[in-house]
């Protein structure tokens, strides 16, 4: 059973960059499609975006399309999310999803594994 822990969350200012990490240990994750959550208070979690096992195809959410890049390396076990010009809207938690599924899904029951989440706070 795969473990996924994320890193990289932070206290940024609007328009900064950051970068978040998923790094897994007890499996492999060439093997899963991987995705991005997240998470605001008093809301549900709502997918930010996804990426197949060979990391040929990607789906985004409309509000980070064009701003969000997700990426992954098999070789070492790891995804990542480069998030650019930041907005107060993006502060959430932000989770990691693994999937035995072939396509990228949106919905958060598709995905059995997930990490513990990493904070990630946009001021104006």
């Known amino acids: 059973q795969v473990q996924l822990v994320e890193s990289g969350g932070g206290l940024v200012q609007t328009g900064d960059s950051l970068r978040l990490s998923c790094a897994a240990s007890g499996g492999t994750i060439s093997a899963y499609v991987m995705a991005w959550f997240r998470q605001a208070p008093g809301k549900e979690r709502e997918f930010v975006a996804g990426i197949t096992w060979s990391g040929g195809s990607t789906r985004y959410s409309d509000s980070v399309k064009g701003r969000f890049t997700i990426s992954r390396d098999n070789a070492k076990n790891t995804v990542s999310l480069q998030m650019n010009s930041l907005k107060p809207d993006d502060t959430a938690v932000y989770y990691c999803?693994?999937?035995?599924?072939?396509?990228?899904?949106?919905?958060?029951?598709?995905?059995?594994?997930w990490g513990q989440g990493t904070q990630v706070t946009v001021s104006s």
């Open positions: 999803a693994a999937s035995g599924t072939v396509v990228v899904f949106a919905t958060p029951g598709q995905y059995p594994y």
